[in-house]
């Protein structure tokens, strides 16, 4: 099970740090992907580490401003949002798979969503 928090409203230009919690003794066999969706619009990648935090991968969108890292000790990933834009206004979705994918399929499990508010 994983749970998302740390969404709220921002100015533009502000941060914001989003956590996803796992529960569960196998957090770190498993790569965890960000994904976002804002108001009709389809889901998209934002960014993806791998299992043992060593690689990372973003969308070009929130490349340099967007950063992912992971406690396998505290089962917890992060993201760290930086420069935050109105266009990332979303709910972002953490998510759990095998595989350090772009794609939403790829992923076995997700968390329920955390609302990001960027106000211009």
């Known amino acids: 099970q994983l749970q998302a928090s740390g969404g709220g409203l921002v100015q533009a230009g502000g941060s914001l740090r989003l956590s996803c919690a796992a529960s569960?003794?196998?957090?770190?066999?498993?790569?965890m992907g960000w994904f976002r969706q804002a108001p009709g619009k389809e889901r998209e990648f934002v960014g993806v580490i791998s299992r043992s935090g060593g690689s990372t991968r973003y969308a070009n969108s929130v490349q340099g401003r967007f950063a992912i890292f992971r406690d396998n000790a505290k089962n917890t990933v992060y993201l760290q949002m930086n420069s935050l834009k109105p266009d990332d206004a979303a709910v972002y979705y953490c998510a759990a798979g095998p595989l350090m994918s772009v794609t939403g399929s790829s992923y076995d499990y997700w968390g329920q969503g955390t609302l990001v508010t960027v106000s211009s």
């Open positions: 569960g003794r196998t957090f770190s066999a498993y790569a």
